[in-house]
């Protein structure tokens, strides 16, 4: 099956979705999705989450995806689970972040099926910690390098994923060649935007392979 594919920058989203993406957006910055006929992913303002805002974003936009905040404390995750239910009501898919290395095997458990499972691809700033062998169900993966998220991708079931590394690369002249950033050979803000999109797309376009595992475990209730 296909990967869903997200981008919240507005340049960037005119350009992927030739190739198949979705737009995203913070609920803080809509205004760079108006035009668009149908939010894919709601993203959220996790340094200064507010619950309200979220839901009040997800009611008035109706997105195919959105993530609850993340679980960082196993006692939290009943708060969060009620606030994904809420969220629920308005999306197609919720996806719960659990970070709490407590939540190692317990996941299935605690975790209503219905939820996507977020996967907070690790970089400088932070990421998942919990092994990717504790979670065995649908996945969306969120943010990373491109080449860091594939490879995760061998590990888990991924349904869905947003990018928007190469958004930044782009503003230094350098684009994502299917296996590292490098400097594009013309050049120019946009011809790296639009060769990162090109170059992420097909090296998904393989996903899953046919007689993989994560076949059997690539399908969402």
């Known amino acids: 099956m296909a990967i869903h594919k997200f981008v919240s920058h507005r340049i960037a989203w005119q350009i992927a979705k030739e190739f198949g993406w979705l737009p995203g957006a913070r609920y803080t910055n809509l205004r760079d999705v108006r035009a668009a006929p149908k ?12 619950y309200s805002k979220h839901l009040d974003a997800a009611s008035k936009t109706r997105p195919f995806i959105t993530v609850a905040r993340d679980v960082v404390d196993i006692r939290e995750l ?6 994904a239910e809420a969220l ?5 898919h919720v996806v719960v972040v659990p970070k709490d290395p407590r939540l190692a095997g317990k996941i299935d458990t605690l975790i209503p099926l219905h939820f996507l499972i977020g996967y907070s691809v690790p970089t400088r700033y932070g990421g998942t910690t919990i092994h990717p062998k504790y979670i065995d169900r649908p996945v969306h993966l969120l943010g990373g390098r491109p080449d860091r998220q594939r490879i ?5 079931s991924v349904f869905s994923m947003d990018c928007n590394r190469f958004t930044l690369d782009a503003t230094f002249g350098d684009y994502f060649d299917g296996q590292q950033f490098r400097s594009h050979p013309i050049g120019g803000y946009t011809q790296c935007l639009r060769d990162s ?3 992420i797309t097909k090296i998904w376009d393989d996903y899953p392979p046919p007689d993989s595992s994560v076949r059997k475990k690539n399908a969402i209730s």
């Open 152 to 156: 995760l991708a061998n590990q888990l």
């Open 197 to 199: 999109i090109k170059h």
């Open 88 to 92: 629920r009501k308005y999306c197609e």
């Open 39 to 50: 939010l894919g992913f709601l993203d959220i303002d996790w340094k200064n989450y507010s």
């Open 78 to 83: 009943d708060r969060t689970l009620e606030e």
